[in-house]
């Protein structure tokens, strides 16, 4: 921690502080903890409504979105990024969320062409929408939200 990062004895939120810095890489390896951590809570979302409640995986799918993206925000803003470019939260949520949207847009494509055209497992082609989301996710939103 630097001092400009210290106003009057008190750490300013959303500068990294208690944090060592790491760069990019130390941000990408906490990024790959919590996309981890919010596609399990996201694919468990999804296949407890479509196995258990019956929800067809395409609707059931924005929903494990929406729990994922919550905790991937909420872990982002505290403990990834060390840096953030806007200090307006409303507006940092709505383009998080939008750039979460055009990731959700991916996700539904994938699950759909790998399941609807290939007959492949809607869970299988979660994992192959997953690795494809993180890194979109990732990029856009350290380029314009965690710079």
């Excluded at 067809?56 to 919550?70: D, E, M, Q, R």
Aim: proline share 2%; glycine share 12%.
């Amino acid at each position: 921690m630097n001092a400009s990062q210290i106003i009057d004895g008190a750490t300013c939120p959303g500068m990294g502080a208690g944090r060592e810095p790491g760069g990019v890489r130390s941000e990408i390896f906490r990024y790959l903890f919590v996309g981890g951590f919010a596609f399990v809570c996201d694919t468990f979302t999804l296949f407890s409504l479509t196995h258990f409640v019956k929800v067809n995986y395409l609707v059931s799918a924005p929903i494990g979105f929406l729990v994922g993206t919550t905790v991937t925000y909420v872990l982002s803003r505290t403990w990834v990024f060390q840096r953030r470019t806007l200090k307006n939260t409303s507006a940092e949520l709505t383009i998080f969320v939008l750039i979460g949207v055009v990731g959700l847009g991916l996700n539904e494509l994938i699950l759909w062409f790998f399941q609807s055209r290939l007959g492949i497992y809607y869970l299988f082609a979660k994992g192959v929408s997953g690795v494809t989301v993180f890194v979109w996710n990732f990029g856009a939103r350290k380029l314009t939200l965690f710079r």
